[in-house]
């Protein structure tokens, strides 16, 4: 594979975090035991008797034994499932490998649910086994099993040197993000939580990273038209310019790296294809134009493509709000943002890594979202 990249959170069992072996009977950070026979105890721990080292191969320095939770590793008859996760980004390809030995033998390895297709059965408490996982890959957590097969006395699994890499697979990739409330980056709001500054900074670093940006305010907003914002933004290396004069369609829209909506009604459907196509769209709500239910219906059909939602009615949240997730990266150096009663934010797909509310108000209404669209080209 070209240009491969390591995947960094595949562990070895018996080892802690920081990649250290851990002691006697401490619970596996890494790997559970998701499928035991009845009179199991859980969860996977690492072997509790160093008097199977005699019989088993040894512990090393980087991986040891680990068993249920029952005294000498003894375990019913029966089938023992292990598993880990790891995760991957976008990638075309991928591939790990690793070493395994097992009491009293490994019958099948699982990626996500699907046999990796080694040979069975792999390992017993005296040899080690290579193993290979090369098909079955999902974008985001992947699960691997280990099905150990237990005909009598101790069992337990040992993972060795097991290791993994992908390749980066070329993508387009489109950004949102979404406020309740227009008066949070408007001169008054910056004002006020002067936070604001580096949350305006923080949008721009997350739609175009450390480079300059080329900007537009497609909006006669207040709260996107202010001096003090665009001070913030050219001050910051990047080009912003502001007005309802230009174009409203996809050649001209991919012209700029990132466009500020609000209040003013854009098309929909061209400011979808310009996400879907690697654009980026800042919407801020909340303006009172056509109330608060016709303000909803303008940005819905657009919202719900990437998971999102205005709700149909104003909040009354108004004040400097406290962050509620300081980690994310919008957030760095944030701690409170101004909102002024604006749109509160429903997220259609929860379950979805590609969209988040990302911050709420202490009753946890949706102030603030982003949402991403992720197409990589056509397998050759």
Same mark, same amino acid.
Request: charged share 10%.
């Given at each position: 594979m070209n240009n491969q990249q390591q995947i960094t959170d595949l562990y070895n069992t018996g080892i802690d975090p920081d990649r250290n072996r851990l002691g006697d009977s401490l619970p596996d950070p890494h790997y559970q035991l998701e499928s035991f026979p009845?009179?199991?105890?859980?969860?996977?721990? !690492?072997? =509790?008797?160093? #008097?199977?080292?005699?019989?088993?191969?040894?512990?090393?320095?980087?991986?040891?034994?680990?068993?249920? $939770?029952?005294p000498s590793a003894q375990g019913p008859v029966g089938e023992y499932i292990y598993k880990t996760t790891f995760t991957l980004p976008i990638f075309s390809e991928a591939l790990i490998v690793g070493e395994l030995s097992a009491d009293d033998n490994v019958t099948d390895i699982l990626i996500n649910g699907v046999s990796a297709g080694n040979p069975t059965p792999l390992g #017993?408490?005296?040899?080690?086994?290579?193993? !290979?996982?090369?098909? +079955?890959?999902?974008?985001?957590?992947?699960?691997?099993?280990?099905?150990?097969?237990?005909? $009598?006395? =101790?069992? +337990?699994?040992?993972i060795h040197s097991i290791t993994g890499t992908y390749t980066p697979a070329l993508s387009t990739v489109g950004k949102i993000v979404i406020n309740a409330d227009e008066w949070t980056l408007s001169d008054h709001g910056l004002n006020v939580a002067p936070d604001g500054t580096q949350f305006a900074l923080n949008i721009a670093n997350y739609f175009v990273g450390n480079q300059n940006?080329?900007?537009?305010?497609?909006?006669?907003?207040?709260?996107?038209?202010?001096?003090?914002?665009?001070t913030v933004m050219t001050n910051a290396g990047h080009t912003w310019t502001? +007005?309802?004069?230009?174009s409203v369609n996809l050649a001209t829209l991919q012209e700029y790296d990132g466009i500020f909506i609000g209040g003013d009604l854009i098309d929909n459907q061209v400011l979808i294809e310009y996400v879907q196509n690697g654009g980026k769209v800042y919407l801020c709500a909340g303006t009172g134009q056509g109330g608060s239910q016709a303000e909803a219906n303008n940005w819905n059909t657009f919202l719900a493509a990437f998971g999102l939602k205005y709700q149909g009615t104003y909040n009354g949240i108004s004040g400097n709000i406290p962050v509620s997730k300081p980690n994310h990266p919008l957030f760095a150096g944030v701690t409170t943002l101004y909102q002024h009663n604006g749109n509160s934010i429903t997220d259609l797909q929860p379950d979805s890594s590609l969209n988040e509310i990302v911050f709420n108000d202490s009753n946890g209404q949706g102030l603030i979202a982003t949402a991403e669209f992720i197409q990589t080209p056509p397998t050759p």
């Open positions: 009845v009179g199991t105890v859980t969860p996977a721990v !690492t072997s =509790p008797d160093n #008097s199977l080292a005699n019989n088993w191969v040894a512990n090393t320095a980087t991986s040891r034994w680990i068993g249920p $939770n029952r #017993s408490w005296t040899t080690v086994s290579q193993f !290979t996982i090369s098909t +079955g890959f999902v974008v985001g957590e992947n699960t691997i099993e280990f099905k150990v097969n237990n005909s $009598n006395g =101790p069992t +337990g699994l040992r940006g080329k900007f537009h305010v497609l909006s006669n907003n207040f709260g996107l038209t202010g001096a003090s914002l665009a502001k +007005g309802m004069n230009i």
